[in-house]
């Protein structure tokens, strides 16, 4: 994956969410790339916006070619990720580990977020002792903190 990968939001290009699946956003990039293929443009389009399209276009399948495939999808996933850590995001609140909502079935660590939203932790990476996760919705984060 080449290093600019993270300067474009793909899922904000495909009007996706960090929680869509494969098949949702499969969904969005179908309907967006007959939205914008040049070939299915109008007659009276004017040039200026045939551009604005034809260059959405590129965009949303460059998007596609990421988060259409599960291992570029993880990949950029942890990169945002860690891009996340090294930025100042705001963060909502501290929350002790042992608050969090432990969920069986999925090996992971659950917080609802004052958005609706929720933060999601996978049991694997619950064991650094202190650190930053997003929500999976909006923009806030929350620092978690690990005393054991
Ligand atoms: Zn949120």
């Known amino acids: 994956m080449s290093s600019n990968t993270l300067q474009k939001d793909w899922y904000?290009?495909?009007g996706a969410g960090l929680s869509d699946s494969q098949q949702e956003l499969r969904h969005k990039y179908q309907r967006l790339?007959?939205?914008?293929h040049p070939d299915k443009q109008s007659a009276d389009v004017p040039a200026g916006e045939l551009?604005?399209?034809?260059?959405?276009?590129?965009?949303?399948?460059?998007?596609?070619?990421?988060?259409?495939?599960?291992?570029?999808?993880?990949?950029?996933?942890l990169?945002?990720?860690?891009?996340?850590?090294?930025?100042?995001?705001?963060?909502?609140?501290q929350v002790p580990l042992e608050d969090m909502n432990w969920i069986?079935?999925?090996q992971c660590y659950t917080y609802s977020c004052r958005c609706g939203?929720?933060?999601i932790l996978p049991v694997d990476e619950a064991e650094e002792n202190m650190f930053l996760i997003c929500c999976h919705t909006c923009s806030l984060s929350i620092e978690i903190l690990n005393k054991s």
């Open 12 to 14: 904000e290009i495909l």
């Open 33 to 36: 790339i007959l939205l914008y």
């Open 51 to 77: 551009e604005e399209r034809a260059q959405r276009f590129i965009e949303i399948d460059q998007a596609w070619k990421i988060l259409g495939n599960e291992e570029t999808k993880r990949e950029y996933d």
């Open 79 to 93: 990169q945002r990720r860690e891009v996340a850590m090294t930025q100042k995001w705001p963060v909502d609140a």
């Open 104 to 106: 069986e079935a999925d």
């Open 117 to 119: 939203g929720e933060y």
